[in-house]
């Protein structure tokens, strides 16, 4: 069984962490929405594993899907600007909303292309990097 992920083993997971708690907390349904299907259950059931130094690269994979799909760019579940509006101490500022927005995707994408790769690339096949280029004729 892999060793379990925690925040030392991967600064960039321990930075989107430092991120995710730049945002109002999950009791802010307006932002994370209320019920067993809400945006901030998901977050919850996969932050909970790495909080606890239990985490698995599944579970940093999926954090980091769903801060794209939730929270990333031009995402239809949580816009930018109220992103702005929940972030801890800047007022409203739509830049920091802006930069949150774009360091949050970036640093997300870093930890999905990380953690999820191997299983693009079909690394249970055997699979090499860039195997498929020496295809084309």
Do not use: C
């Not at 901030?40 to 606890?52: D, Q, T, V």
């Not at 816009?79 to 640093?107: C, F, M, Y």
């Amino acid at each position: 069984m892999p060793e379990p992920i925690t925040l030392a083993d991967d600064p960039d997971l321990a930075r989107l962490i430092d991120l995710l708690d730049m945002l109002s907390g999950p009791e802010v349904t307006s932002l994370w929405g209320e019920g067993d299907y809400s945006i901030g259950k998901k977050f919850a059931s996969r932050l909970r594993p790495i909080l606890n130094g239990q985490g698995r690269a599944e579970d940093v994979d999926y954090l980091a899907v769903y801060v794209l799909k939730y929270l990333g760019k031009d995402n239809i579940h949580i816009p930018q600007d109220q992103i702005a509006k929940s972030l801890r101490g800047v007022n409203g500022l739509p830049a920091a909303g802006h930069a949150w927005v774009e360091d949050a995707t970036r640093t997300a994408w870093t930890l999905v292309t990380r953690y999820s790769l191997p299983r693009w690339r079909g690394s249970d096949r055997g699979s090499t990097p860039g195997e498929h280029w020496l295809l084309v004729p």
